[in-house]
């Protein structure tokens, strides 16, 4: 029995006709993921920018390494504790010149 459905690679877009029911590559790009958006991720912390490989998310943020990266509120807390440790150290706040 043939299947009539096509494929389509979220990757490379490229269209096809699967000759077996499990598909493990696309015959275009030999990509595994073909049936993966392609999405990108963003440090909330660092605004580091990658492409996710598994539809897992990662624990941690590949460039600054904080485990908060998709956490919003995760910015104002590490500018929080960044202007703590700068009192503590200063025994000043820090001045902010525009
Ligand atoms: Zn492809
Ligand atoms: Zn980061």
Redesign the pocket.
Known sequence: MLIKTLLECKRCGYVWQPRSKVIYICPNCKSKYWNEEKTELE??????RWRQKSLQLPK???????AN?NVPEAIELVKATRELEEFLRTGSWEEKSM
């Open positions: 440090c909330f912390v660092c605004g580091h941690y943020c590949p460039n600054c390494h904080c990266w």
